[in-house]
Antibody, heavy 122, light 107 residues
Framework: QVQLVESGGGVVQPGRSLRLSCAASGFTFSSYGMHWVRQAPGKGLEWVAVISYDGSNKYYADSVRGRFTISRDNSKNTLFLQMNSLRAEDTAVYYC???????????????WGQGALVTVSS | DIQMTQSPSSLSAFVGDRVTITCRAGRSISSYLNWYQQKPGKAPKLLIYAASSLQSGVPSRFSGSGSGTDFTLTISSLQPEDFATYYCQQSYTTPWTFGQGTKVEIK
């Protein structure tokens, strides 16, 4: 069965960096686009970034572009989110999510991880 | 950005009730509309994709309809396990935006 397990969350000061990882199993990771979606405490869902199956295409939300970088290691079935210059408003649970499309990205999410909490506070 | 607006923001219903949630897009998104269910402390779960297609394993009491700008999610007979927050999401164009959510509570 599909499993997505995030790690790397924690408390970080404003302006510092953090790297999230998402270990994938139960499907052919190298054939699917992958996303990061976040949810601030008590708030709704916000799409953050997507990467194509081979890493050649990446898109970002305006709120994180230039500060966050999505990447993947298909040899290790792992997705990453490098978060730099963190702000208080980046505080959220970060979910990795599998794109529903095989090869082509369909931009909706058929499996989600359990989430990793990132708290940006001094 | 395409704004997605759900109504109502919350509702109370009895077990067995028919429940309808509406999602309106700021401009036409054809049928690129998806619905998710989220329970407290849990990740969202895909229910409906492409406006009306039921995701594998999702009970048939869930259905979706609509195209263009107006969409609905219907639960034909509300079950105890359906009390949750529901989100619509457009997959038409970047950035891929969600509605603000509809919380379904027990009456």
């Amino acid at each position: 069965q599909v499993q997505l397990v995030e790690s790397g969350g924690g408390v970080v000061q404003p302006g510092r960096s953090l790297r999230l990882s998402c270990a994938a199993s139960g499907f052919t990771f190298s054939s699917y686009g992958m996303h990061w979606v976040r949810q601030a405490p008590g708030k709704g869902l916000e799409w953050v970034a997507v990467i194509s199956y081979d890493g050649s295409n990446k898109y970002y939300a305006d709120s994180v572009r230039g500060r966050f970088t999505i990447s993947r290691d298909n040899s290790k079935n792992t997705l990453f989110l490098q978060m730099n210059s963190l702000r208080a408003e980046d505080t959220a649970v970060y979910y990795c999510a599998k794109d529903a499309g095989f090869g082509d990205i369909l931009y909706y999410f058929d499996y989600w991880g359990q989430g990793a909490l990132v708290t940006v506070s001094s | 950005d395409i704004q997605m607006t759900q109504s109502p923001s919350s509702l109370s219903a009895f077990v067995g009730d028919r429940v309808t949630i509406t999602c309106r897009a700021g401009r036409s998104i054809s049928s690129y509309l998806n619905w998710y269910q989220q329970k407290p402390g849990k990740a969202p779960k895909l229910l409906i994709y492409a406006a009306s297609s039921l995701q594998s394993g999702v009970p048939s009491r869930f259905s979706g309809s609509g195209s263009g700008t107006d969409f609905t999610l219907t639960i034909s007979s509300l079950q105890p396990e359906d009390f949750a927050t529901y989100y619509c999401q457009q997959s038409y164009t970047t950035p891929w935006t969600f509605g603000q959510g509809t919380k379904v509570e027990i009456k």
